[in-house]
């Protein structure tokens, strides 16, 4: 694949269909009430694994030769592509080999155990999980699955925005606004290429925590931006340390900005989506969610799409959270 295009995505999703769900879009009276706007919920959530990562691993890993498949895969990733790699992996009887930090929320951590990928760890201050990838598969002769920067990875993530779109049209309903989280860019990439395509005059955003708000600052300046090596959040599926090389150049075309939210914010929406719509939905997939119930940007009288993109969130952690706020 040279570029991506709506009729590859379509092509993804046909490839991908038997293995994943196809998740509920559900509104809310109550938070529409509240916004003063119909809010469409996309609850990736509920996707096998706990996120939409399924998708674009095994779109990735179904288009591999018998020969590469032998030999066994290698990824890096905080958790959710993680999971999503293993899962598929051991559908199709594929050895995968993740590389994870050693912070890594436990729940993640044990899932992608739980499916059958062997697991190293590194510490992500000091070390690049993408060298050790490399070198993994360089030694072992072994195909790498990025977590984002795959036009195939893509493509299969952009398949959430085709089932949208299907829906949306089913039910009569033109889109003013796309709200999507943005970490190394692959889902709203893939997503928001679709929705465009679908809906030329839908305006899309993506959503990041504060300190990791590189996509919008890259958005800004016209050119990539790497956050700061200092920055620290909860949304650790977000944390990617810059734009990908990949999905930037894809979210400059189908992007009309960026907005960034609070842990603190963050927090409070993961309390109120599990008060109002008994949805269990992890930091960094709550962040889209986040940007609507804060103001981040008027939506005022509009048709709203906004993606949940995760629920892989520690007890503990979601524990503390409800306590404490």
């Not at 991506?4 to 938070?31: G, M, N, V, W």
């Not at 529409?32 to 959530?45: D, I, Q």
């Not at 928001?192 to 955003?205: D, E, G, H, V």
């Not at 997939?285 to 008027?298: F, H, P, S």
Request: proline letters at 4%; hydrophobic letters at 35%.
């Amino acid at each position: 694949m040279d570029a991506l295009t709506p009729q590859e995505i379509d092509k993804a999703h046909e490839r991908i269909f038997p293995l994943i769900i196809k998740t509920p879009l559900i509104s809310s009276e109550t938070i529409n009430k509240k916004t003063n706007a119909n809010v469409y919920f996309k609850l990736e959530n509920l996707q096998w694994t706990g996120s939409f990562k399924l998708r674009g691993a095994s779109n990735k890993i179904l288009q591999l030769s018998n020969e590469e498949k032998s030999r066994g895969i290698v990824s890096y990733s905080s958790g959710n592509h993680a999971q999503a790699v293993a899962y598929a992996s051991n559908l199709f009887g594929v050895q995968a080999t993740i590389i994870m930090p050693k912070n890594a929320p436990s729940i993640k951590i044990e899932n992608t155990k739980k499916y059958g990928a062997d697991i190293i760890f590194y510490d992500y201050k000091h070390e690049s999980r993408e060298k050790i990838a490399s070198e993994i598969a360089r030694k072992e002769n072994k195909k790498i699955i990025k977590p984002y920067d795959d036009l195939d990875v893509i493509a299969g993530q952009g398949t959430v925005g085709k089932e949208i779109a299907e829906e949306l049209r089913l039910k009569n309903i033109q889109p003013d606004l796309y709200l999507c989280c943005c970490g190394g860019g692959g889902l709203i990439a893939g997503s928001s290429t679709y929705l465009r395509y679908a809906f030329p005059n839908i305006k899309n955003f993506a959503v990041e925590p504060e300190k990791f708000n590189d996509t919008q600052l890259s958005l800004k300046n016209n050119f990539i931006v790497k956050n700061k090596e200092t920055g620290e959040s909860i949304c650790d599926a977000l944390l990617a340390p810059q734009p990908g090389d990949v999905t930037f150049p894809i979210n400059q075309i189908t992007l009309d900005g960026g907005l960034a939210v609070s842990d603190e914010e963050v927090k409070k929406t993961i309390v109120e989506l599990a008060e109002e719509m008994k949805v269990v939905v992890e930091p960094g997939g709550a962040v889209a969610a986040t940007a609507l119930l804060t103001n981040k940007i008027n939506v005022k009288n509009k048709n709203v799409v906004l993606m949940i993109s995760g629920g892989n969130i520690d007890y503990e952690l979601f524990s503390s959270i409800v306590r404490n706020c």
